[in-house]
């Protein structure tokens, strides 16, 4: 059965899910959970997902929720196809762990905050908190300081070879800058990292929505 | 070389790895790093941890950090000794547990850690918590183990019948939040108590709860 993915066509976490889809040449069928009517919160919904968040995965029965699990689980799954994204080697595999939870606790709170404060919030009739959102910058601000050094000494995340990890930063990475905040580009070995994961024909295909 | 770890002994994430090494029969050295004087931000330390954060492990000459990853390195690399079975393996498993640790990582260390950080790790700087934004962590917190009551109602542990990383992950910040006087977040829910009961009387964790 081909993998069902139940999301909603911009959200981040859906379309991490999609761009490893396509790195991993997986074919799946998309619906759409209509977030603006709360659907995620309806209980047939959280029945799946009992956070009532997208997106989840049914991959021939199994039910798989959390964005980077789902991506876990296409990337192994589908490890001798596509791009190869978790090293087997278990030094590099050690390594790729670390990339992985640097962006989940160094990245994310501050992006996936930033998101909110300066775009989200008001879709559900909240205000910018300006002073968190200042406070959320620096922090970014500081956190992207080491990654100019990490990124300064190998290309990618995890080494010389694009990983899962850094694919995960891509939907909260594109959004803030979208958003005006760009803290990539005055960080060259950052800009140069960044350019090279948003230029891949895969997250070019999904960055605007998906079907 | 006996693994060194580097970290504070009372650091949660510290301890998340102590913990892990007492599962795994793995011997470990504590090199204490003194937060209070700034050495973690010291370029010294930043060259092995360029966060400045702590732990990091130098496992003769491998340098790793971030704490769950450390873990996971730890339970790969002995997976014969102690505790098997804290990262399960085959297919199925394997994504059933990498959802429960992502659980762990999106809905509990993003509501529990800054509500820490407000009630205990701001007034310990004799910073002041801002009481509207920690009601708000609680709140959130508390929604989270609300669906966290519904899985375990349906499985023992977070990631099926048998502990793995997943809930040991949230040993170090939920100690901090019964610490804190909020106990009950876990206690009013029946099956988030039994689950919460269970991994924190292992005796591991007693073991190192106090201190690496």
Known sequence: ?211 | MVLKLHGFPLSTCTRLVALICKEKDIPYELIAVDLMKGEHKSPAFKEHQPFGQVPYIDDDGFILYESRAICRYLINKYPNQGTLGLIPTGLQAEALFEQASSVECTNFATTAGPLMAEKVFKPRRGLQTDEARAAEYLAGLNAKLDAYDVILGKQRYLAGETVTLADLQHLPYGALVCYSGHADVFSSRPNVARWWNEISDRPTWNAVKNGA
Not at chain 1, 35 to 43: D, F, V
Not at chain 1, 147 to 159: F, H, M, N, T
Not at chain 1, 177 to 189: M, V
Request: charged letters at 20%.
């Open chain 1, 1 to 211: 059965m081909v993998l069902q993915l139940y999301g909603f066509p911009t959200s981040t976490c859906t379309l991490r899910v999609a761009v490893v889809l396509k790195e991993k040449n997986v074919p799946f069928e998309f619906h759409m959970v209509d977030l603006t009517k709360g659907e995620h919160k309806a209980p047939a919904f959280v029945a799946n997902q009992p956070f009532g968040q997208v997106p989840y995965i049914d991959d021939d029965g199994l039910i798989l929720y959390e964005s980077r699990a789902i991506c876990r689980h296409i990337a192994t799954k589908y490890a001798s196809q596509g791009t190869a994204l978790i090293p087997t080697d278990p030094k590099a595999y050690a390594l790729f762990e670390q990339a992985a939870s640097i962006e989940t606790s160094n990245f994310d709170p501050f992006a996936s905050g930033l998101a909110w404060e300066l775009r989200f919030c008001m879709w559900f009739g909240g205000q910018t908190d300006e002073a968190r959102a200042k406070t959320l910058r620096t922090s970014l601000a500081g956190k992207l300081d080491a990654y100019e050094v990490i990124l300064g000494r190998q290309k990618y995340l995890a080494g010389n070879e694009v990983t899962l990890a850094d694919l995960f930063h891509l939907p909260y990475g594109a959004i803030i800058l979208d958003i005006g905040i760009d803290e990539f580009s005055s960080r060259p070995n950052v800009k140069r990292w960044w350019d090279a994961v948003t230029s891949r024909p895969t997250w070019q295909a999904v960055k605007d929505g998906i079907a």
